[in-house]
């Protein structure tokens, strides 16, 4: 079992920056590919990035591509996602999932066996 919990959302400026953190707890020996997605529509969650274990390769959805940064720290169990140049479009409830099984593509939520209980990011006008 993984427990993950986000942090750091809140209610920003368009243009303003927000650092999300996502530490997971419990089966914490294994590394795994980490993931953000966000609520966009009723239940449907967008791919907003991802994480392999060591770091090493990051993945971004198109939208967000240029403004947001996934790292990710293994020795405190966390995974970041830094948020630049927000627009209201952005504003969305943030997941981060993690992938303890391997294989699958990083982009779709069913590759994720793990997942937080989101945390709100707003962005005004």
């Known amino acids: 079992q993984v427990q993950l919990e986000e942090s750091g959302g809140g209610l920003v400026q368009a243009g303003a920056s927000l650092r999300l953190s996502c530490v997971s707890s419990?089966?914490?020996?294994?590394?795994?590919?980490m993931g953000w997605f966000r609520r966009i529509a009723d239940n449907e969650r967008e791919f907003v990035g991802a994480i392999t274990d060591s770091g090493s390769i990051t993945y971004y959805g198109d939208s967000v591509k240029g403004r947001f940064t996934i790292s990710r720290d293994n020795a405190k169990n966390t995974v970041y996602l830094d948020m630049n140049s927000l627009k209201p479009e952005d504003t969305a409830v943030y997941y981060c999932?993690?992938?303890?099984?391997?294989?699958?593509?990083?982009?779709?939520?069913?590759?994720?066996?793990?997942w937080g209980q989101g945390t709100q990011v707003t962005v005004s006008e």
């Open positions: 999932a993690a992938n303890v099984r391997s294989g699958g593509t990083v982009y779709v939520t069913t590759t994720y066996d793990y």
């Open positions: 419990g089966r914490t020996s294994s590394r795994y590919i």
